[in-house]
């Protein structure tokens, strides 16, 4: 059971440049969320999304795009990098909207803007 | 604003002895808690939970403790091992938000042999 994969798991990027970081969960959780860590600081919440073809922005929604059309697929897209986008990005998955299951994270993507 | 903290940015405690990291919160309108354990190079993994309707949770080693009046919960750890060395997120959310979850900073907890 692979849970949550995410990839790249690093990247080095040029400002101004756009990619997308991928997530795929194989538990056939309705719930997904992007979340981003700054050093020092806690996980801030991007997008998330409650189940395929729902979307919604959350805390640092900035600068980023999501979509959702398959119920394992949550990418992350970043038009037009830029340096205070560097950081290391979660992708989390969750059955249930009870958050007493908790979230299964991805291992994370290391992103680098230079 | 940030709606979580944790102030301690580090602990350290010998083996075999007590782990206590701490977490306080501002917005009285979260009632799930729950605490994340992460290692280098991973994503966080869940520990253990408490709904607001509790002020204690226990799963082994692990015991949260909740006080709403104060807006403070705490993390036990009895008996501390190295293995349980890692940073130590705190998070909340509001139960009908989705389970959107707010987190804290983290706190590295070193536990040392």
């Known amino acids: 059971n692979a849970g949550v994969t995410q990839t790249p798991k690093f990247r080095i990027l040029k400002i101004g440049q756009s990619m997308t970081l991928q997530c795929t969960q194989d538990m056939n959780h309705n719930y997904m969320y992007w979340y981003r860590q700054d050093p020092g600081m806690g996980l801030k919440l991007i997008y998330y999304?409650?189940?395929?073809?729902?979307?919604d922005k959350g805390e640092v929604p900035n600068g980023y795009n999501v979509s959702r059309s398959t119920t394992e697929d949550f990418p992350l897209r970043l038009e037009l990098a830029a340096p205070s986008q560097t950081s290391v990005y979660f992708c989390?998955?969750?059955?249930?909207?009870?958050?007493?299951?908790?979230?299964?994270f991805g291992s994370g993507t290391r992103l680098t803007v230079v | 604003d940030q709606q979580v903290k944790q102030n301690s940015p580090s602990l350290s405690v010998q083996e075999g002895r007590i782990s206590i990291l701490n977490c306080d919160y501002t917005?009285?309108?979260?009632?799930?808690f729950l605490w994340y354990k992460k290692y280098p190079a991973e994503g966080p993994t869940f520990l253990i939970s408490i709904s607001s309707i509790k002020d204690k949770n226990e799963d082994g080693r692990f015991t949260v403790f909740l006080n709403k009046s104060a807006k403070h919960l705490s993390l036990h750890i009895v008996p501390s091992q190295p293995g349980d060395s890692a940073v130590y997120f705190c998070a909340a959310s509001v139960e009908t938000s989705g389970s959107r979850l707010t987190f804290g900073e983290g706190t590295q907890l070193t536990v040392n042999p």
């Open positions: 917005n009285s309108m979260f009632d799930y």
């Open positions: 989390a998955s969750s059955y249930s909207p009870n958050t007493n299951y908790g979230y299964t």
């Open positions: 999304s409650v189940g395929a073809g729902i979307t």
